[in-house]
């Protein structure tokens, strides 16, 4: 059993690239997320997906867009990378009516 | 603005005692409050939670503590050893929502 499971784990863009970081689960979770960790601020919501074919918009959604290809994949998709997307990205999902949210492993994306 | 706001931003403990970590909240619909602890590289993992119900659980060295009407709530390691040493997240979670909301998290270091 896998959990969640991210990739690529590390990347290193150039400004104004474009990239997606892919997010898969097998545990049969109805909601997904993505979620930015930056020094000092916690993690942030970018993106979330209450079940298949719904997105909608977190805390800090700019710059970002997703997709929720079926109920095990989650992508999110970075157009044009700014230095400001420099930060670790992680997925996660939660099963309906249930409060434990399962993290994967993370993305470490660093955009020069 | 913050939903849920975390102190210390970083806590140095000697070997054998108590490390305390501070969380308080405004929304008073949350109805789940976990603990999220991440070592350096990986993802966050569930540590312990309470529902607002009870004021304090117990799992092994860890204890949350929660009050209701001050809308706090913190997490007690008691024993603290240095394979404790990670960061810890707070949260608090919604069902109707369907969102989590963590604070910016306490880097815990425990000193041999």
């Known amino acids: 059993n896998a959990g969640v499971t991210q990739t690529p784990k590390f990347q290193v863009l150039k400004t104004g690239q474009s990239m997606t970081l892919q997010c898969a689960q097998d545990?049969?979770?109805?909601?997904m997320y993505w979620y930015r960790q930056d020094p000092g601020m916690g993690l942030r919501l970018i993106y979330y997906?209450?079940?298949?074919?719904?997105?909608d918009k977190g805390e800090v959604p700019n710059g970002y867009n997703v997709s929720r290809l079926n109920k095990r994949e989650f992508s999110l998709r970075l157009e044009s990378a700014a230095p400001s997307q420099t930060s670790v990205y992680f997925c996660?999902?939660?099963?309906?009516?249930?409060?434990?949210?399962?993290f994967g492993e993370g993305s470490w994306l660093t955009v020069v | 603005q913050q939903q849920v706001k975390q102190s210390p931003q970083s806590l140095i403990v000697q070997k054998g005692g108590i490390s305390i970590i501070n969380c308080a909240y405004e929304?008073?619909?949350?109805?789940?409050f976990p603990w999220y602890q991440q070592f350096p590289g990986k993802g966050p993992a569930l540590l312990i939670a309470?529902?607002?119900?009870?004021s304090e659980k117990k799992e092994g060295r860890f204890t949350i503590s929660f009050n209701k009407s001050a809308k706090q709530f913190s997490l007690h390691i008691m024993d603290s050893q240095p394979g404790d040493s990670a960061t810890y997240f707070c949260?608090?979670?919604?069902?109707?929502?369907?969102?989590?909301?963590f604070g910016t998290g306490t880097s815990l270091t425990v000193i041999p």
């Open positions: 996660a999902s939660n099963p309906p009516g249930h409060s434990t949210i399962y």
């Open positions: 545990m049969n979770h109805n909601s």
């Open positions: 997906s209450a079940s298949e074919g719904t997105t």
């Open positions: 929304n008073t619909a949350f109805d789940y």
């Open positions: 309470i529902r607002p119900d009870v």
């Open positions: 949260a608090a979670f919604y069902n109707t929502g369907n969102q989590f909301y």
